[in-house]
């Protein structure tokens, strides 16, 4: 199986911003053909193409003055498979410490790996990232859920619904001001090894060799 989007490692390698944060990056085995990193806008722009009907507050931040965003890719042999982008933005109405929130905006797999759980190790890497770089600054992290497949990943973290937008997007917020932090943050890790487990299961059901 080759992705319709595959690029030669030189230009992944060149393209990385800084690593993932220790707890993620921990959690890759050295040597893993299946692993986790950020990578750049190029890149996200790539599998942005293969989903234009999906709402991206990427698309327009000049609105958003200040805002930090960073992109979570899925790799297999060094070739990206899916990424996650994640925006985080200050409120000023907000008083410290908890000033700023962030927002999972798109996760998107190629169509050649998907239903190999890809998306949901993208979204608790990129939520554990988050929380592990940001957690003392945030006091919300939200998601316009465009799929049900979605909606169930974010279920099972412990985001809550709440209405449904024009787009019947659902809008899924995880409140962290009155959480346990370090237990959100011990879920997502599990989650993450859970994740990369059953993904390394699926490859290799699909490619007939082993991954890891």
């Known amino acids: 199986m080759r992705s319709a989007l595959a ?33 750049d806008q190029e890149t996200y722009k790539r599998f942005r193409c293969l989903e234009p009907s999906l709402s991206s ?21 060094g070739v990206p498979v899916g990424v996650t982008s994640i925006v985080v933005q200050n409120n000023p109405r907000r008083q410290s410490p908890f000033t700023s929130y962030g927002r999972i905006d798109l996760v998107i797999v190629d169509p050649e ?30 998601c316009l859920a465009a799929h049900p497949a979605m909606e169930r990943i974010l279920d099972t973290i412990g985001f809550t619904k ?23 943050i011990d879920q997502l ?3 993450v090894e859970e994740s990369l487990q059953q993904t390394r299961f699926k490859l290799r059901q699909t490619l007939g060799r082993a991954i890891g």
């Open 57 to 77: 507050c990427l698309d327009d931040l000049s609105n958003k003055a200040g805002a930090r965003t960073f992109f979570v890719a899925a790799e297999l042999d």
């Open 113 to 142: 790996f998907r239903s190999l759980r890809i998306g949901r190790l993208l979204v608790t890497a990129a939520l554990l990232d988050l929380l592990d770089r940001f957690g003392s600054q945030l006091y919300s992290v939200s």
């Open 162 to 184: 709440s209405q449904r937008d024009k787009k019947n997007y659902v809008h899924e917020e995880l409140k962290l001001e009155k959480i346990d932090r370090s237990a959100i």
């Open 7 to 39: 690029v030669d490692n030189h230009y992944v390698l060149q393209s990385r911003t800084p690593k993932l944060s220790p707890k993620v990056a921990e959690r890759i085995p050295e040597g893993d053909r299946l692993g986790l990193v950020l990578v």
């Open 189 to 191: 890790t599990r989650g």
